[in-house]
Nanobody, 114 residues
Framework: QVHLVESGGGLVQPGGSLKLSCEAFGTINSIITMGWYRQAPEKPPELVAQITSDQSTNYADSVKGRFIISRDDAKNIVYLQMNSLKPEDTARYYC????????WGQGTQVTVSS
C-alpha cells in the first residue's frame, strides 16, 4: 500500500511563490515517475510537471520557466517550486507516483488571488 501526503498549498497573491511537497509512504519497489497534476473547477485535469527516475523533467507549456520539479529519492519526496504565480494557476494540485501502478494523493489547494 502506497500513501502519498501532500503539503504546501495555500493562498498567495499574483506574482508570489509556493512550494508543494509530496512524500510517499509504504512499500515502493521502484518509482518510475513522480509528478503533479492539477484540476481547476469545471476544467479537465492536466499534467503540470513530471520527473523520472533519471531526473528527466517534463512541464506543461503554461508553467515552463516558472515551476521547477525536483525529487529526493532517499526520502521518496517530490517537490514543486512554483514562482510567478498567476490567477490561472488556481487549482487543486495532486501528487502522482507511477511504479508500475498509479498512486494519487488527496490533493492540496492552491489559490492565486489578490
Amino acid at each position: 500500500q502506497v500513501h502519498l501526503v501532500e503539503s504546501g498549498g495555500g493562498l498567495v497573491q499574483p506574482g508570489g511563490s509556493l512550494k508543494l511537497s509530496c512524500e510517499a509512504f509504504g512499500t515502493i519497489n521502484s518509482i518510475i515517475t513522480m509528478g503533479w497534476y492539477r484540476q481547476a473547477p469545471e476544467k479537465p485535469p492536466e499534467l503540470v510537471a513530471q520527473i523520472t527516475s533519471d531526473q528527466s523533467t517534463n512541464y506543461a507549456d503554461s508553467v515552463k520557466g516558472r515551476f521547477i520539479i525536483s525529487r529526493d529519492d532517499a526520502k521518496n519526496i517530490v517537490y514543486l517550486q512554483m514562482n510567478s504565480l498567476k490567477p490561472e494557476d488556481t487549482a487543486r494540485y495532486y501528487c502522482h507516483l507511477f511504479s508500475g501502478f498509479d498512486h494519487w494523493g488527496q490533493g492540496t489547494q492552491v489559490t492565486v488571488s489578490s
